[in-house]
């Protein structure tokens, strides 16, 4: 498997958006599990969101379930992350992590599980 690679951080006030992109190859091949984790300083990193791309199936964290959304473009090999109505909570490093799991249960956002991981990148949100 090669790494993924992040990208869209950024800065934004309270309540706005920014859309982060995770570009990976593999995917249906030696990847069926894309994961969003954050890391805030201090704070130990934390699952976010997951997508099984096979059969769009995803998974939130009950902190951003309704702000944020997983999404791809397998023409791409990119997964996104829409993140909506954000708040100084979400202020963290921003990391994707692509996994292949024998069962699409097994796709949910827990860091030990997740062997590849991208580089992450910084969203700041401002009060």
């Known amino acids: 498997q090669v790494q993924p690679v992040e990208s869209g951080g950024g800065s934004v006030q309270a309540g706005g958006s920014l859309r982060l992109s995770c570009e990976a190859s593999?995917?249906?091949?030696?990847?069926?599990?894309v994961g969003w984790f954050r890391q805030a300083p201090g704070k130990e990193r934390e699952g976010v969101a997951a997508?099984?791309?096979?059969?769009?199936?995803?998974y939130y964290a009950d902190s951003v379930k309704g702000r944020f959304t997983v999404s791809q473009d397998n023409a791409k090999n990119t997964v996104y992350l829409q993140m909506n109505s954000l708040n100084a909570d979400d202020t963290a490093v921003y990391y994707c992590?692509?996994?292949?799991?024998?069962?699409?249960?097994?796709?949910?956002?827990?860091?030990?599980?997740?062997?590849?991981w991208g580089q992450g990148t910084q969203v700041t949100v401002s009060s």
């Open positions: 992590a692509t996994e292949w799991f024998p069962i699409y249960s097994d796709c949910v956002p827990r860091p030990p599980d997740f062997a590849y």
């Open positions: 593999g995917y249906g091949d030696s990847i069926n599990c």
């Open positions: 997508l099984y791309p096979t059969g769009n199936l995803t």
